[in-house]
Nanobody
Framework: QVQLVESGGGLVQAGDSLRLSCAAS????????MGWFRQPPGKEREFVACISSSGGNTLYADSVKGRFTISRDNAKNTLGLQMNSLKPEDTAVYYC??????????????????WGQGTQVTVSS
């Protein structure tokens, strides 16, 4: 069982930056690929970024590439998402997740078996 708690969301203006954090309870945190997803109002949850267990490999959605940076600190069991140049279309509830399955694509929500409760990010124009 893994418990995840996101923090750092809030209301910002377009062009601002925000950093999200995700604290994980698992002692084996360093063994997991981790991901960030988001769910815009009225839409389905979508992939944002993921990072390998060691932190050496990262992948991003095209919509955030060059603006967002995913990171992790295995010594502190934390996952981060630095979001720069925010846009109104980045408004969503952001979730961190643990990847437990490898039968599908890295961006598939079905491959992730533990989720946090989410943190709201609102970007005003």
């Amino acid at each position: 069982q893994v418990q995840l708690v996101e923090s750092g969301g809030g209301l910002v203006q377009a062009g601002d930056s925000l950093r999200l954090s995700c604290a994980a309870s698992a002692r084996t945190f360093s063994s997991y690929t981790m991901g960030w997803f988001r769910q815009p109002p009225g839409k389905e949850r979508e992939f944002v970024a993921c990072i390998s267990s060691s932190g050496g490999n990262t992948l991003y959605a095209d919509s955030v590439k060059g603006r967002f940076t995913i990171s992790r600190d295995n010594a502190k069991n934390t996952l981060g998402l630095q979001m720069n140049s925010l846009k109104p279309e980045d408004t969503a509830v952001y979730y961190c997740a643990v990847r437990g399955g490898y039968s599908g694509a890295y961006y598939d929500t079905a491959q992730y078996n533990y989720w946090g409760q989410g943190t709201q990010v609102t970007v005003s124009s």
